[in-house]
């Protein structure tokens, strides 16, 4: 499959650049320079309307500029909503946020609803993957998870069925309880060092439901873990092994 090209040199420019090309025809799309809110509108439409199915933002920075993607509001349970669709009365009685771009970041609900997202590349810089940035993407498969990675927020991946395996970096501090729910993980790897230790030692239980699929894990040499409602976990080694 043959990529589009597009540099972004002002952050909020892709809507008139993307104009240069038929928005049916893009099913891979890699993205340079800097990308704001008005941006993710734009890269968001093309996922949940067109075709694309490949986004490799590799060579991207996210900038704290522009306008919101998107908003959430609460009618019994939280609700994200994009910011193509329009604001109707109710929901504008039950707005609480807007969600920005921001530095080194994949802001909240980036991409959630994405789900013919079938892979996407990640910038090497990002720190923070926040609150449900890839819920609901069902189809995704393949992800990278940079080296700089040290945050995953509460149901950053949740309801992605079809991402099998995930090896956390070595400098990760935090992986919040349910940033795994109801997901498809099956194969997880954490860091050599124990970064992680604390934060998993303390809290095990709660993880255990996002990992029911888990068939094996491999855990730092000097991590403590229990393994509840892990009903398919067949094989725990270190990461020395």
């Known amino acids: 499959m043959i990529p589009i090209f597009i540099n972004i040199q002002k952050a909020g420019t892709l809507k008139e650049e993307i104009k240069r090309y038929s928005q049916e025809a893009i099913h891979y799309l890699k993205l340079s320079g800097y990308l704001n809110g008005d941006d993710i509108i734009v890269v968001r439409e093309i996922i949940q309307k067109y075709n694309l199915t490949i986004l490799d933002i590799a060579d991207v920075a996210f900038v704290s500029t522009g306008g919101a993607y998107g908003y959430t509001t609460y009618n019994e349970t939280l609700n994200f909503i994009h910011y ?31 789900n013919r997202l079938f892979k996407i590349v990640l910038p090497d810089n990002i720190d923070r993957i926040e609150i449900s940035a890839f819920e609901g993407c069902t189809d995704l498969r393949e992800i990278n998870i940079p080296r700089s990675l040290q945050q995953i927020d509460i149901f950053a991946f949740r309801y992605c069925y079809n991402i099998k395996s995930f090896s956390l970096p070595e400098y990760m501090y935090s992986l919040n309880i349910g940033a795994f729910a109801d997901s498809g993980i099956q194969y997880l790897t954490l860091p050599k060092t124990t970064h992680m230790d604390e934060c998993y030692v303390d809290s095990f239980y709660s993880f255990a439901d996002d990992f029911k699929k888990l068939v094996s894990i491999k855990v730092g040499e000097q991590a403590v873990f229990q393994f509840e409602n892990c009903p398919l976990l067949e094989k725990v080694q270190t990461t020395m092994n």
């Open 84 to 114: 193509t669709d329009l604001m109707s009365e109710d929901r504008f009685q039950s707005f609480i946020g807007n969600h920005y771009t921001k530095d080194r970041t994949i802001s909240a609900h980036m991409f959630e609803g994405c």
